[in-house]
């Protein structure tokens, strides 16, 4: 499964993106999916998960009232309000395709991971 993430780019503090992840060839139907970034010079963070239907949705408390996880049958979103400069970074999306996986913020429990899609947060 290759992931591609998307929607990306320049913003200004206090403004919106909202990023896409998709897959190609196939659909994310059955997998969860987070959203991770890293920032330069930083290790890589949780952002938010989706389970594989949904139901469930985590999110770092950086994101918390911010950042909004979604999910239609082909692609997972993340809807990121009021960006700061704090959140300028490389943005990735994972997939988890065990069943009934709720990974969350657990790294390892990914198999597959996209190619990431820069925020810049900056006047």
């Known amino acids: 499964v290759q992931l591609q993430a998307s929607g990306g780019g320049l913003v200004q503090p206090g403004g919106s993106l909202r990023l896409s992840c998709a897959a190609s060839g196939r659909t994310l139907s059955g997998y969860a999916v987070g959203w991770f970034r890293q920032a330069p010079g930083k290790e890589r963070e949780f952002v938010a998960s989706i389970t594989w239907n949904g139901s469930r949705k985590y999110y770092a408390d950086s994101g918390k009232g911010r950042f909004t996880i979604s999910r239609d049958k082909s692609t997972v979103y993340l809807q990121m309000g009021s960006l700061e400069p704090e959140d300028t970074a490389v943005y990735y999306c994972?997939?988890?395709?065990?069943?009934?996986?709720?990974?969350?913020?657990?790294?390892?429990?990914?198999?597959?991971w996209g190619q990431g899609t820069q925020v810049t947060v900056s006047s």
């Open positions: 994972a997939a988890d395709s065990s069943l009934l996986g709720d990974p969350k913020g657990n790294e390892g429990a990914y198999d597959y």
